[in-house]
C-alpha cells in the first residue's frame, strides 16, 4: 500500500472517529434522557459549545475529503502516487491538527491555528495539483 494510500485511510478514518465520537455522545444523551432521540439538530447547536465544534471538525472532514482524498485517489489510480507520497502524511496531520484545535477552543489564538492548518492542507493540494497536471502531461 502506498504512502498515499495510507494517509487516505487515515484521514477516512479520523472522519469516522469524529463521527463515532459525536454518535456515541449522542446516543449518551438519549440513553440518560437529556436529549430527546429526535432533539437533535444537525449541526448540535441545541447541545454544549464542544458538540457544535464537534460537529463543525466533522463537517470540515466531509467537506475537505473530496478535494485532498480525490487527489490522493487520483494519483494513486493513475500510477503517479510519487507526486503525493511526500506530503501525504504531512496533509493528515495538519488536518487532524486542524480538527482537534477545533475540539478545544474557538479563541482568536486557536482560530487563527485552526486556518493555518487548514492552509496547509490547500496549500500541500495546489502543490498537487500543479504536480499532477505535469506527470499526466495534462
Request: aromatic share 10%; glycine share 8%; net charge neutral.
Amino acid at each position: 500500500m502506498t504512502v498515499t494510500l495510507q494517509a487516505l485511510l487515515g484521514f477516512i478514518a479520523w472522519t469516522l472517529f469524529l463521527l463515532v465520537l459525536m454518535e456515541g455522545i449522542r446516543s449518551w444523551l438519549v440513553l440518560s434522557g437529556a436529549v430527546p432521540a429526535n432533539g437533535f439538530n444537525p449541526e448540535n447547536s441545541n447541545l454544549s459549545t464542544f458538540m457544535q465544534r464537534l460537529a463543525r471538525a466533522h463537517a470540515n472532514c466531509l467537506e475537505g475529503l473530496p478535494v485532498f482524498g480525490g487527489l490522493m485517489l487520483l494519483a494513486v489510480v493513475a500510477d503517479r502516487s510519487t507526486v503525493t507520497d511526500p506530503l501525504a502524511w504531512v496533509l493528515l496531520g495538519a488536518r487532524v491538527v486542524q480538527s482537534l484545535i477545533h475540539l478545544a477552543s474557538t479563541s482568536p489564538v486557536a482560530v487563527t491555528a485552526r486556518f493555518t492548518a487548514f492552509g496547509v492542507q490547500m496549500g500541500i493540494a495546489v502543490y498537487w495539483v500543479f504536480g499532477l497536471a505535469l506527470a499526466l502531461h495534462v
